[in-house]
DNA sequence: TCAAAAGTGTTGCATCTACACCCATGT
DNA sequence: ACATGGGTGTAGATGCAACACTTTTGA
């Protein structure tokens, strides 16, 4: 017997990344999925599915991730439980996560796709800035997850998550402008970083274009976000 | 037919205000409810229900805290969904919100309660460092709970939300010490609060003891918390 | 007149911001 | 050699913590 018949229970996932674009910028982009069946047949949103009974919500956030994307995150974190109940035709109350991942690991795993012919068909990649209209309350909820990035990353180490393990300073810098949306001293960025003791020089450097830029690693002593009590159960990083 | 068999939505609600000691002091305090039936028969636990079919998460917690205390929040915030697969011998996900209750709408609901002699017998307020252990997962809800106030009362006008509608600066540099648990510069408090810009000075003042202290209102222009692009739908404020 | 809280002034320290400047490399 | 991004130095503005000080009341 159940207690609150009738309400679904799903979860869904804002996934972002860091897109180079052509002219060599960074701009921050999501995978949607084509919906084939009613509601909002034939409109794009957000990869998610049902709760089910054996898994825990977090669980399946990572799961439906694995699927639409074939990676893992290196960074996924709880958003909001929406549950209006004019949201969808049917009661569904849908438990929001959003995730980070690295810009080499979705390159890679595109490439992969490529070669192989077997990249799946009705999930696509968006620029933030040419998102189509979206399925259900999707579009407020992209704009809810960005909002949270843009607060986050002021306090936290969060922009990390878009990079690979070493990087360079202008690197992290670029993701920090693409985050949000304006231009960062290169100067104030380095001793702001710096002070904050989350970074590990290495003794490698990048060649190739003017004077070489050191790498730097993560202090992976330091959780990614402070994410409270609730800990790395609930809250996963990589 | 549902999607996610076997899966029960409950709302539940960390309800907090200021309770005034016998020395004068102000202390953090929220109500439990006495459960009558297994799982954790005869342990404490936090106010709430079921998700019935009609009502959205945050009309279930105001319904469900009015049931339990009479009252109207003028803060109530969703906090978290807890869903892990073991937090309760069925399956159930718990959508857990935050609520602040003002002073002296508090006291007016005891002592009108005393008065009828019809007080809730499985109701108690406890004070939050006497706090019997809770069923479930409730007791790490509440320290989160605690986190995000915390948190929140740096950047926000959440303290206010235990305040009367005039007060004096004491009385609000009083909630910022119960919430932080440490005492801060009368004189840097002032000049804080002054320049955020959301106190509107009244011509009346508190007499009584020595000096009188001016009373302020709340500029109500200014919401109270900035809950980013979801709106007062989702986050309700009085 | 004295104790105590209300309210104001001031100083010093830490941090942020803007921008000038030097360094090291590929072309 | 020079353009370009990497990296350092520094002066001014801003914000905050500490604390001395004045004001106003009740007892």
Redesign the pocket.
């Known amino acids: 017997m159940t207690q609150s018949s009738g309400i679904d229970v799903a979860v869904s996932t804002v996934i972002l990344t860091l897109r180079r674009t052509a002219d060599g910028s960074a701009v921050l982009a999501l995978p949607l999925v084509l919906r084939t069946r009613e509601p909002f047949a034939d409109q794009w949103a957000l990869p998610g599915g049902w709760l089910t009974a054996a898994e825990s919500p977090v669980d399946a956030a990572a799961r439906t991730l694995a699927e639409t994307t074939g990676l893992t995150p290196s960074y996924l974190e709880q958003l909001y439980a929406f549950g209006a109940v004019d949201r969808s035709p049917t009661r569904v109350v849908s438990i929001v996560y959003w995730a980070l991942l690295r810009q080499d690991d979705v390159d890679a795993q595109s490439a992969a796709h490529r070669a192989s012919g077997r990249a799946p068909e009705n999930v696509r990649w968006f620029d933030l800035d040419e998102l189509p209209p979206l399925a259900f309350d999707h579009g407020k909820i992209v704009d809810y997850a960005l909002w949270r990035l843009r607060s986050k990353v002021g306090y936290s180490r969060v922009a990390h998550g878009f990079l690979p393990a070493e990087f360079?300073?202008?690197d992290l810098r670029e993701a920090y402008e693409a985050i949000l949306g304006k231009h960062l001293?290169?100067?104030?960025f380095?001793?702001?970083v710096e002070s904050a003791g989350n970074l590990l020089p290495t003794d490698q450097f990048r060649?190739?274009?003017?004077?070489?830029?050191?790498l730097y690693r993560y202090n992976t002593d330091v959780e990614l976000a402070d994410h409270g009590p609730l800990g790395p159960e609930e809250t996963s990083t990589r």
């Open positions: 360079t300073l202008a001293d290169p100067a104030n380095r001793r702001q060649t190739g274009s003017h004077r070489p830029a050191r």
